[in-house]
């Protein structure tokens, strides 16, 4: 089955605790993205790769780190969690061709994050 | 940078009457527009993609429309169902980026 995963699916931190969201897809697609989703203020680009060693910022990458070294996987770090990335996180997959052409986006089933 | 708006941010109707939900952005130069549906508490199911060199998309009871021209996009529901109940959200791609609306939450009423 074509899918994007993600774990945790819920995650209760405190400030400063490093941790990490792992996202995986099988659909062998080149493009991945990181996005949280916030009351009123809808889903917001964190981070996306273009491929393999191909990662660039979002809307709001402060305070976030990704890595892609594998095509399945793309990670999001938070080094030093603090309470306004308290969020509904999601990664999503999606294939892309030459000329602009992206293909429909695929989402994981969101990781609840809360830090206290 | 894009603004995506939708309006209205929410409709209730009752089972059976067709709807339309609006979806805008401020930059034309779009690669693609994509309509999402989310259950509360769960992922984004996509429901339907539109290349910027198409005008529309169907599926089922589902049509939307594209009018980069003037930054707009249209999701029409057919004869809606309580399970239509959840909120929609279209996305503009941007080459490589992607924005989103705030979504139109839609309560179909039995």
């Known amino acids: 089955e074509a899918q994007v995963t993600q774990n945790p699916r819920y995650l209760i931190t405190v400030t400063g605790k490093k941790l990490t969201v792992t996202c995986s897809q099988n659909?062998?697609?080149?493009?991945m993205s990181w996005y949280r989703q916030d009351p009123g203020l809808g889903l917001r680009q964190i981070y996306y790769?273009?491929?393999?060693?191909?990662?660039d910022k979002g809307d709001v990458p402060e305070g976030y780190k990704v890595s892609r070294k594998e095509k399945r996987n793309f990670p999001l770090i938070l080094e030093s969690p603090s309470p306004n990335q308290t969020s509904l996180y999601f990664c999503?997959?999606?294939?892309?061709?030459?000329?602009?052409?992206?293909?429909?986006?695929?989402f994981g089933p969101g990781t609840r994050l809360t830090v206290t | 940078k894009q603004e995506v708006t939708q309006i209205p941010a929410a409709l209730s109707v009752p089972e059976g009457e067709n709807l339309v939900l609006n979806c805008s952005f401020t930059?034309?130069?779009?690669?693609?527009l994509q309509w999402f549906r989310q259950d509360p508490g769960k992922g984004l199911t996509s429901l339907l993609l539109?290349?910027?060199?198409?005008r529309e998309q169907t599926s089922g009871r589902l049509n939307a429309s594209l009018d980069k021209s003037s930054g707009r996009s249209t999701l029409y529901i057919a004869a809606s169902q309580p399970g239509d109940s959840a909120t929609y959200l279209c996305?503009?791609?941007?080459?490589?980026?992607?924005?989103f609306g705030s979504g139109t939450k839609l309560n179909v009423k039995p």
């Open positions: 996305a503009v791609g941007n080459f490589n980026k992607f924005y």
């Open positions: 790769s273009m491929n393999v060693e191909v990662t």
């Open positions: 930059d034309s130069a779009i690669y693609n």
């Open positions: 999503a997959s999606n294939q892309a061709g030459t000329g602009g052409w992206i293909d429909e986006q695929y």
């Open positions: 539109i290349q910027s060199s198409q």
């Open positions: 659909m062998n697609h080149e493009y």
